[in-house]
């Protein structure tokens, strides 16, 4: 067994480091694995594998979900939140630092992508806070944790292909993130405030908050957001609709909103459609490649192998759990969230769940772990984005982002010390 599982591992990191794709890197080693080692016509196993494994219903959620973001990005929608948050949040300490963690909170609840999340709020904020006088780095690496948000708050992509994946309710997993993401963002929020009472020097020292604007006419700048989260979210926790439907209803709430800004363009409707396709194109094809993968690895028994290894350790399922968090957040060095979920799901899930967690609980454990690999470098997707936003060199980011990633352990901590935070809305 650990000859083959060698061999696919040194395969797998090989066809990585060449550059090549993600999802035809794991293609290519479930196929060359089963080509040299079994007698088998491996052909057509993956065309009938190919076809199962993007015929589920639930992966039509994916698309819509995406193309909600995509044209939520190209409206005017990030503009409001200086304009809507200010009056409530000018007394905390940090000021307008806070726009940041509740600008994701609330995009992430709109759009379900990490990345959409990051660069959306970044395109308003870092400038508006730096012509401020806010500290870089605080603003920074405030933007990269709570952009992460957008992986565990509902409606979240990453907990669409987990659900998928390890055949748990998806509006259970939804319900399931929204506690422990309100908790990141209240912890984040904490954190800021603190660190500006400490250290008053990382804010302006004279207010530039008011602007003689009411709470009310702010709180106006705000409904386009809250109509979305009202529709998408309120649908699926009242049980109205499911979550391809709520997709459905996010996209029809997106096109309203662009339309009554008066950002719908022909031009960014065609570039949110064609944002769409490149990104659901890339997630189908490492789904392909990771579906393929774990079959070949089970077919293998490596997973089975590793199962009884670790078991046979006799680890408690606290420490297993430690041992889980440090191999993700390695992993986080060098791969993306995705594509971790992705490759690991098969092995890891039987350990956590023979271990006593629910199906439930590591699904949120596992995205918080994902959130962290977003702001770890080299590869960590959000210090991209920032530093297409700002200039700033990766290593810069990463280490303004530091305090944030450890926010995310300590909540990993938490969770784990009291699991029945995650189900006590279920």
Same mark, same amino acid.
């Given at each position: 067994?650990?000859?083959?599982?060698?061999?696919?591992?040194?395969?797998?990191?090989?066809?990585?480091?060449?550059?090549?794709?993600?999802?035809?890197?794991?293609?290519?080693?479930?196929?060359?694995?089963?080509?040299?080692?079994?007698?088998?016509?491996?052909?057509?196993?993956?065309?009938?594998?190919?076809?199962?494994?993007?015929?589920?219903?639930?992966?039509?959620?994916?698309?819509?979900?995406?193309?909600?973001?995509?044209?939520?990005?190209?409206?005017?929608?990030?503009?409001?939140?200086?304009?809507?948050?200010?009056?409530?949040?000018?007394?905390?300490?940090?000021?307008?630092?806070?726009?940041?963690?509740?600008?994701?909170?609330?995009?992430?609840?709109?759009?379900? #992508?990490?990345? =959409?999340?990051?660069?959306? &709020?970044?395109? /308003? @904020? +870092?400038?508006?806070?730096?012509?401020? *006088?806010?500290?870089?780095?605080?603003?920074?690496?405030?933007?990269?944790?709570?952009?992460?948000?957008?992986?565990?708050?509902?409606?979240?992509?990453?907990?669409?292909?987990?659900?998928?994946?390890?055949?748990?309710?998806?509006?259970?997993?939804?319900?399931?993130?929204?506690?422990?993401?309100?908790?990141?963002?209240?912890?984040?929020?904490?954190?800021?405030?603190?660190?500006?009472?400490?250290?008053?020097?990382?804010?302006?020292?004279?207010?530039?908050?008011?602007?003689?604007?009411?709470?009310?006419? #702010?709180?106006? =700048?705000?409904?386009?957001? &809250?109509?979305? /989260? @009202? +529709?998408?979210?309120?649908?699926?926790? *009242?049980?109205?609709?499911?979550?391809?439907?709520?997709?459905?209803?996010?996209?029809?709430?997106?096109?309203?909103?662009?339309?009554?800004?008066?950002?719908?363009?022909?031009?960014?409707?065609?570039?949110?459609?064609?944002?769409?396709?490149?990104?659901?194109?890339?997630?189908?094809?490492?789904?392909?490649?990771?579906?393929?993968?774990?079959?070949?690895?089970?077919?293998?028994?490596?997973?089975?192998?590793?199962?009884?290894?670790?078991?046979?350790?006799?680890?408690?399922?606290?420490?297993?759990?430690?041992?889980?968090?440090?191999?993700?957040?390695?992993?986080?060095?060098?791969?993306?969230?995705?594509?971790?979920?992705?490759?690991?799901?098969?092995?890891?899930?039987?350990?956590?769940?023979?271990?006593?967690?629910?199906?439930?609980?590591?699904?949120?454990?596992?995205?918080?772990?994902?959130?962290?690999?977003?702001?770890?470098?080299?590869?960590?997707?959000?210090?991209?984005?920032?530093?297409?936003?700002?200039?700033?060199?990766?290593?810069?980011?990463?280490?303004?982002?530091?305090?944030?990633?450890?926010?995310?352990?300590?909540?990993?901590?938490?969770?784990?010390?009291?699991?029945?935070?995650?189900?006590?809305?279920?």
């Amino acid at each position: 067994m650990m000859p083959v599982s060698a061999f696919i591992a040194t395969l797998l990191f090989f066809l990585l480091a060449t550059g090549l794709w993600v999802g035809l890197a794991l293609l290519g080693t479930a196929v060359i694995s089963l080509e040299f080692t079994r007698d088998m016509n491996v052909s057509a196993f993956l065309a009938g594998d190919i076809w199962r494994s993007l015929n589920a219903a639930e992966l039509a959620a994916l698309p819509l979900f995406i193309w909600m973001g995509e044209i939520l990005f190209r409206t005017k929608i990030s503009n409001a939140f200086f304009e809507g948050l200010s009056p409530f949040i000018k007394r905390l300490p940090g000021q307008h630092l806070h726009v940041n963690i509740l600008g994701c909170t609330l995009f992430a609840a709109a759009s379900g #992508s990490s990345a =959409a999340t990051t660069a959306t &709020i970044g395109r /308003i @904020t +870092l400038d508006e806070l730096e012509q401020r *006088g806010y500290d870089k780095d605080l603003a920074m690496g405030s933007l990269c944790g709570a952009g992460t948000l957008g992986f565990l708050i509902p409606p979240s992509i990453i907990l669409i292909l987990y659900g998928i994946l390890a055949d748990v309710s998806i509006i259970d997993l939804f319900i399931a993130g929204v506690l422990p993401g309100l908790m990141l963002s209240a912890a984040a929020m904490a954190y800021i405030a603190v660190r500006t009472s400490i250290n008053p020097k990382l804010i302006p020292q004279a207010n530039m908050a008011s602007n003689g604007v009411s709470k009310r006419q #702010s709180a106006q =700048a705000l409904l386009p957001v &809250i109509f979305l /989260i @009202t +529709l998408v979210i309120g649908g699926m926790y *009242g049980g109205f609709v499911g979550p391809t439907e709520a997709a459905t209803l996010g996209v029809t709430g997106a096109f309203i909103i662009a339309a009554t800004q008066k950002s719908l363009s022909w031009d960014a409707f065609y570039e949110a459609l064609r944002g769409t396709v490149k990104t659901t194109s890339m997630i189908g094809l490492i789904l392909i490649g990771a579906f393929f993968l774990s079959k070949a690895v089970a077919i293998f028994g490596i997973a089975q192998s590793i199962a009884e290894s670790i078991g046979g350790l006799g680890l408690n399922p606290f420490a297993l759990i430690a041992l889980l968090f440090l191999f993700y957040v390695i992993l986080g060095m060098v791969l993306d969230g995705l594509s971790i979920i992705l490759m690991t799901l098969p092995i890891a899930l039987p350990l956590a769940l023979d271990a006593g967690f629910s199906a439930i609980w590591f699904g949120i454990f596992l995205v918080i772990t994902v959130e962290m690999s977003q702001i770890t470098p080299p590869v960590g997707f959000n210090l991209f984005i920032v530093r297409d936003l700002t200039g700033e060199p990766i290593s810069r980011i990463a280490r303004a982002s530091l305090p944030f990633f450890l926010l995310m352990a300590g909540l990993l901590f938490f969770i784990t010390l009291f699991p029945d935070i995650v189900s006590v809305f279920l």
